[in-house]
Protein backbone atom coordinates (compact mmCIF):
# COMPACT_ATOMS: atom_id res chain seq x y z
CA UNK A 1 0.00 0.00 0.00
CA UNK A 2 2.51 2.57 0.67
CA UNK A 3 3.96 2.52 -2.98
CA UNK A 4 0.53 3.19 -3.68
CA UNK A 5 0.15 5.79 -1.49
CA UNK A 6 3.70 7.29 -2.84
CA UNK A 7 2.50 7.25 -6.55
CA UNK A 8 -0.78 9.18 -5.49
CA UNK A 9 1.56 11.92 -4.02
CA UNK A 10 3.71 12.02 -7.39
CA UNK A 11 0.21 13.37 -8.94
CA UNK A 12 -0.40 15.80 -6.04
CA UNK A 13 2.79 17.14 -5.49
CA UNK A 14 3.06 19.44 -8.82
CA UNK A 15 0.53 21.47 -7.96
CA UNK A 16 1.84 21.52 -4.33
CA UNK A 17 4.86 23.15 -5.41
CA UNK A 18 3.57 25.59 -8.04
CA UNK A 19 2.78 27.08 -4.61
CA UNK A 20 5.55 26.67 -2.94
CA UNK A 21 4.93 23.95 -0.83
CA UNK A 22 5.46 20.15 -0.84
CA UNK A 23 4.65 17.30 1.20
CA UNK A 24 6.39 14.10 2.49
CA UNK A 25 5.36 10.57 3.64
CA UNK A 26 6.42 9.72 6.90
CA UNK A 27 4.24 6.39 7.45
CA UNK A 28 1.50 4.49 6.37
CA UNK A 29 -0.10 2.04 9.09
CA UNK A 30 -1.50 -1.06 8.81
CA UNK A 31 -5.07 0.90 9.98
CA UNK A 32 -4.70 2.93 6.79
CA UNK A 33 -3.72 5.96 8.27
CA UNK A 34 -1.29 7.97 6.34
CA UNK A 35 1.16 10.49 8.69
CA UNK A 36 2.57 13.36 5.86
CA UNK A 37 4.54 16.17 6.70
CA UNK A 38 3.77 19.09 4.75
CA UNK A 39 6.96 21.14 4.08
CA UNK A 40 7.62 24.91 2.44
CA UNK A 41 5.12 27.09 1.75
CA UNK A 42 2.20 24.51 2.98
CA UNK A 43 3.70 24.50 6.26
CA UNK A 44 2.57 27.64 7.52
CA UNK A 45 -0.36 28.13 5.51
CA UNK A 46 -3.55 29.02 7.29
CA UNK A 47 -4.95 26.97 4.52
CA UNK A 48 -3.32 23.66 5.33
CA UNK A 49 -5.24 21.58 7.25
CA UNK A 50 -8.35 22.54 4.02
CA UNK A 51 -5.46 21.50 1.47
CA UNK A 52 -4.43 18.47 3.67
CA UNK A 53 -8.07 17.03 4.24
CA UNK A 54 -9.68 17.95 0.78
CA UNK A 55 -6.29 18.00 -1.74
CA UNK A 56 -4.16 15.32 0.02
CA UNK A 57 -6.67 13.30 1.68
CA UNK A 58 -9.55 13.33 -0.94
CA UNK A 59 -6.68 12.27 -3.75
CA UNK A 60 -5.14 9.99 -1.91
CA UNK A 61 -8.63 7.99 -1.51
CA UNK A 62 -9.73 7.96 -4.44
CA UNK A 63 -6.18 6.34 -5.52
CA UNK A 64 -5.91 3.86 -2.68
CA UNK A 65 -9.33 2.64 -1.42
CA UNK A 66 -7.40 1.44 1.44
CA UNK A 67 -6.91 5.21 3.09
CA UNK A 68 -8.81 5.76 6.27
CA UNK A 69 -7.51 9.18 7.21
CA UNK A 70 -4.31 11.46 6.22
CA UNK A 71 -2.83 13.14 9.12
CA UNK A 72 -0.09 16.08 9.44
CA UNK A 73 2.76 15.11 11.97
Known sequence: M???VEAAL?????????D??????VEVTTEGV????????C???PM???TLQMGI???LK?????VKEVVAV
Do not use: F, H, N
Request: with cysteine; net charge positive.
Open 2 to 4: KER
Open 10 to 18: KKIRPSLQA
Open 20 to 25: GGDVEL
Open 34 to 41: VKVKLTGA
Open 43 to 45: AGC
Open 48 to 50: REM
Open 57 to 59: GRA
Open 62 to 66: EEVPE
